[in-house]
C-alpha cells in the first residue's frame, strides 16, 4: 500500500489549503478502513486533523474549530484534506495515512505547506 500527498507548499494566510492523498495497493473503500491526515508543525509533535472513513463517513479534530473538512474521489482513489482560514500557525509537514484495527499501518512520506505572505 503506498500513500501520496500532493499540494500547495506554500500558502497566503486566510486561504484555504487543500491536500489530496492518492492511494494505491488497496481502496479507499476498503472495509474497516479510515484515511487519515495528520500533520507535524516544526518542533512540535504529531497533530491527528481528521479521516474519512470507508464508508465515507468523516471524523475531525474538534480543536481545530471546524476549520477542516475531508472529501474523497472514489474513482480516483484519492482523498483530500480542506483547511480553511489558515495561518502561520498552520505551518506543518501533513502526511496522510491508513488506520486499520491495528492502528495506522501505511503513510505517506509527507509535504511541507508554509503559511506566509
Known amino acids: 500500500v503506498q500513500l501520496q500527498e500532493s499540494g500547495p507548499g506554500l500558502v497566503k494566510p486566510s486561504q484555504t489549503l487543500s491536500l489530496t492523498c492518492t492511494v494505491s495497493?488497496?481502496?479507499?473503500?476498503?472495509?474497516?478502513?479510515?484515511w487519515s491526515w495528520i500533520r507535524q508543525p516544526p518542533g512540535k509533535g504529531l497533530e491527528w486533523m481528521g479521516a474519512?472513513?470507508?464508508?465515507?463517513?468523516?471524523h475531525d479534530n474538534p480543536s481545530l474549530k471546524s476549520r477542516t473538512s475531508i472529501s474523497r474521489d472514489t474513482s480516483k482513489n484519492q482523498f483530500t484534506l480542506h483547511l480553511t482560514s489558515v495561518s502561520p500557525e498552520d505551518t506543518a509537514v501533513y502526511y496522510c495515512?491508513?488506520?486499520?484495527?491495528?492502528?495506522?499501518?501505511?503513510w505517506g512520506k509527507g509535504t511541507l505547506v508554509t503559511v506566509s505572505s
Open positions: 474519512i472513513a470507508y464508508s465515507g463517513t468523516t
Open positions: 495497493g488497496d481502496s479507499i473503500t476498503s472495509k474497516y478502513y479510515h
Open positions: 495515512s491508513r488506520e486499520g484495527p491495528g492502528g495506522m499501518d501505511y
